[in-house]
């Protein structure tokens, strides 16, 4: 069963740093690229950032350029994002997904809530 | 990047009804790209189709999906009290992923 869950998630004040992880389980981790997505409370779902299998390419949404860093360590079957410089509209629930070769489909983990506000 | 518009925005229909969610791309897509989510107050998306098509587990054929190209269709054959929520489609096939603003299907 994949599964992929989200964490690092709270409350920051505007300006504040956090850094979420998603670890990944039952399919290959280091064989598949990831994605960030998130969804501000009421508003619709957006893709933020993804990295390929190798890290050898990363891409950002144009909102979050510049402050937000994704990474991973196959390793240990872990993605990350750094997020800094946060602002109110980041508030949002952040969500990892991906393509496996176990379930057809994109997975998604239960995500983990980021509040913005001073 | 592709962008994904579903119409109508909301859907007001009662139980037993039958529900038809449009998605429009922007380019062409691969019909073995596109999803629909259904989502619940409260809970994350939950993957309804995948391949435009394929019906995930756990949802019953009431729901199916169809499609090629640049027009994709959620279908909910005859409404049940447990089907309204926000539907969103999503392409999967070319970077940056895409997601609709969502169709809410809610009761009459």
């Known amino acids: 069963e994949v599964q992929l869950v989200e964490s690092g998630g709270g409350l920051v004040k505007p300006g504040g740093s956090l850094r979420l992880s998603c670890v990944g389980s039952?399919?290959?981790?280091?064989?598949?690229?990831m994605n960030w997505v998130r969804q501000a409370p009421g508003k619709g779902l957006e893709w933020v950032s993804s990295?390929?299998?190798?890290?050898?390419?990363?891409y950002y949404a144009d909102s979050v350029k510049g402050r937000f860093t994704i990474s991973r360590d196959n390793a240990k079957n872990s993605l990350y994002l750094q997020m800094n410089r946060l602002r109110a509209e980041d508030t949002a629930v952040y969500y990892c997904?991906?393509?496996?070769?176990?379930?057809?489909?994109?997975?998604w983990g239960q995500g983990t809530l980021v509040t913005v506000s001073s | 990047e592709t962008v994904l518009t579903q119409s109508p925005g909301t859907l007001s229909l009662s139980p037993g009804d039958r529900a038809t969610l449009s998605c429009r791309a922007s380019?062409?897509?691969?019909?073995?790209?596109v999803a629909w989510y259904q989502q619940k107050p409260g809970q994350a998306p939950r993957l309804l189709i995948f391949?435009?098509?394929s019906r995930a587990t756990g949802f019953p054929d009431r729901f199916s999906g169809s499609g090629s190209g640049t027009d994709f269709t959620l279908t909910i054959s005859r409404l049940e009290p447990e089907d309204f929520a926000v539907y969103y489609c999503?392409?999967?096939?070319?970077?940056?992923?895409?997601f609709g603003q969502g169709t809410r299907v809610e009761i009459k």
């Open positions: 391949g435009a098509s």
């Open positions: 999503h392409q999967y096939g070319t970077s940056p992923w895409t």
């Open positions: 039952g399919f290959s981790f280091s064989r598949h690229s």
């Open positions: 990295i390929t299998f190798g890290s050898s390419f990363i």
């Open positions: 997904a991906t393509l496996t070769e176990t379930v057809a489909g994109p997975s």
């Open positions: 380019q062409s897509v691969s019909s073995s790209y």
